[in-house]
């Protein structure tokens, strides 16, 4: 198991936790409430400052720092089909489809993490493929509990406090083990030669004869404690097979299936995942290779679907500043056309799509309006048509 510092340095490509990496490099943040360095020492702050109260055995309570191996860290890992080398060869090209990949994920990830949680995202481009990682806090949590932020595991514990009697099944007692016999006090050896060597041979004697008991009380305490084993074993197989299956299982699973398919809606889909692999969908390789190739498709048609949507927003934002150098006077209409300086470039040659029609209609409806004066696109008010005395 991966310690806190552990996955930090891995994220930052500190060298003792990147070794892995063949050449490391820096990572790209994306996005995110803080960095990771500040992320780092938040949460080092908050272990460091954070006391738990804990009953003893007797019945007295006492104040203790958080367990070592607390779950105060919640990290994801997120892999993109491409290769980290086609995008390092070409990022212009495939900086977009990267770009939107990382945002359906955080996306996806801001939308399923309650208030309060300090998080931070960044890029990999040194490994075998693109990657991306999330790491956060629930800072306002008492105990940084990284388990309430994992969709299976919150599951099993709503489940587990909703239930009055707990579903863990208890072991057979124990056997205590006997106790060694005490160790036989030596006698004193004596002054007379003979006195000496009668003396030695009883305590050696003595000796032995103790560390015989001791032999035959552990092997049986060994033997007591294997037979408790398999009567226990016994017991909980029993009480296993009537139970059934555990409540906190069945709800930590149909928790994990449902992120997983709701992650492949938001974000796998669209870079050409499919949701089973073969063996579970029961597929051949001829009908698991189809589903891919539909796959491929649709995800070329979602990353041209982003990128027009990008575009015709580009297109908007500079409609809009056109529109407002227009009533700022920094720009003008002449023949039939749109004068400005610094005209956004976004605009100039629009093409037969539908999104460019739709910019193009405005511009030209901004050049009927200024020719003919934007009172000529209002609608006639009635004393306008009347007039004074017309009546």
Known sequence: MNTAEQVFGEAMRVPRYSRHVAEPKAPIKLDGTT?????EALWAKK?????????????????????????????EVHSHPMTAAALRDDWERHKREILSW???????????????????AVLHVDEAQVHLHILAVNAEDPKLDANKLHAGKRAAAEVRASREVPSAIVSLPRPAPRPLPPRPRK?????????????????????EAWRSDCRTVRADNAAAL??????NRAHLKAARKLRGEVPEMVAYRAAMRQFQDNYHRAVGEHCGLLRDGPRKA?????????????????????AELDRRTLEFAQKQAALREVIAALAEGRAEIFRGDVVMEDMPASLKELGEKKEDWMIQAVLD???????????????????EIDGPGMG
């Open 35 to 39: 960095t990771l360095k500040k992320l």
């Open 47 to 75: 272990v460091e400052t954070i006391r738990e109260t804990v009953k003893s055995a007797k019945g007295t309570s006492y104040q203790r720092r958080l367990r070592r191996d607390a779950a105060t860290l919640y990290a």
């Open 102 to 120: 990382a945002e359906r994920v955080l996306t996806h990830f801001e939308a399923r993490m309650p208030q309060g949680v300090e998080w931070v």
């Open 187 to 207: 006698r004193a050896l004596g002054k007379r030669p003979k006195t000496i060597a009668r003396n030695k041979e009883h305590n050696a004697a003595r000796l």
């Open 226 to 231: 294997a037979r408790w084993e398999d009567a």
């Open 282 to 302: 029961r597929l051949t390789t001829k009908q698991h290779a189809a589903r891919k190739a539909i796959a491929e498709q649709m995800r070329v048609q979602s």
């Open 365 to 383: 409806l901004l050049v009927r309006a200024g020719e003919a004066g934007v009172g000529a696109l209002q609608l006639s008010r009635d004393d």
